[in-house]
Antibody, heavy 125, light 107 residues
Framework: EVLLVESGGGLVHPGGSLRLSCEVS????????MSWVRQAPGKGLEWVAN????????QFVDSVKGRFTISREDAKKSVFLQLSSLRVEDTATYFC??????????????????WGQGTVVTVSS | DIQMTQSPSSLSASVGDGVTITCRAS??????LGWFQQKPGKAPKRLVY???LLQSWVPSRFSGSGSGTEFTLTLSSLQPEDSATYYC?????????FGQGTKVEIK
């Protein structure tokens, strides 16, 4: 079974840091882009960050640039989101989602077929 | 950034009714669009990818269409289990962007 399991959420003060983890099983992480998507309480979905299949390229929504980093350790079957300089408005459930499949020669053009269950980040004083 | 304008923001319909949700992109995104269903307290699930390709588990009463800037998700015969919030997502250009969501309620 293909699964994504997030962990690392919690309560943190403004200005603080957290490291979220997404552990995958049931597929070879090496071939896939991976993203993080968040959802503030009662609000819609917001794409946050993406990392390509070999970690050489990352992308972020403007509101988190310079504060969040995304990384991967394929040997650990994990993707990470490092959250720093946290703000109250970063409070959300953070989901990891499977992105594009890439072979040696090309990448698919469909994304987010598999999602984790989410981990809750609360930023509050 | 590409803006995704989704409408309506909510709708209420009866079992058996047909409903249509629309997403308009602020620029051409080819067919790089997905539709997602989310129920309260749950992770989103993908219904449609590449604008019109149905995920294998999705009932055939769902369909997606469109390309370029105009896209629709159609439910041909609403069922009680379709009560949820639906989102479109463009993944043509970073930052990838979601529509604001459409809450579908059953009368």
């Amino acid at each position: 079974e293909v699964l994504l399991v997030e962990s690392g959420g919690g309560l943190v003060h403004p200005g603080g840091s957290l490291r979220l983890s997404c552990e995958v099983s049931g597929f070879t992480l090496t071939n896939y882009w991976m993203s993080w998507v968040r959802q503030a309480p009662g609000k819609g979905l917001e794409w946050v960050a993406n990392i390509n299949q070999d970690g050489s390229e990352t992308q972020f929504v403007d509101s988190v640039k310079g504060r969040f980093t995304i990384s991967r350790e394929d040997a650990k079957k994990s993707v990470f989101l490092q959250l720093s300089s946290l703000r109250v408005e970063d409070t959300a459930t953070y989901f990891c989602a499977r992105g594009r499949y890439c072979s040696r020669t090309s990448c698919s053009r469909n994304v987010f077929d598999i999602w984790g269950q989410g981990t809750v980040v609360t930023v509050s004083s | 950034d590409i803006q995704m304008t989704q409408s309506p923001s909510s709708l209420s319909a009866s079992v058996g009714d047909g409903v249509t949700i629309t997403c308009r992109a602020s620029q051409d995104i080819r067919s790089d669009l997905g539709w997602f269903q989310q129920k309260p307290g749950k992770a989103p699930k993908r219904l449609v990818y590449a604008a019109s390709l149905l995920q294998s588990w999705v009932p055939s009463r769902f369909s997606g269409s469109g390309s370029g800037t105009e896209f629709t998700l159609t439910l041909s015969s609403l069922q009680p289990e379709d009560s949820a919030t639906y989102y479109c997502l463009q993944y043509n250009t970073f930052p990838w962007t979601f529509g604001q969501g459409t809450k579908v309620e059953i009368k």
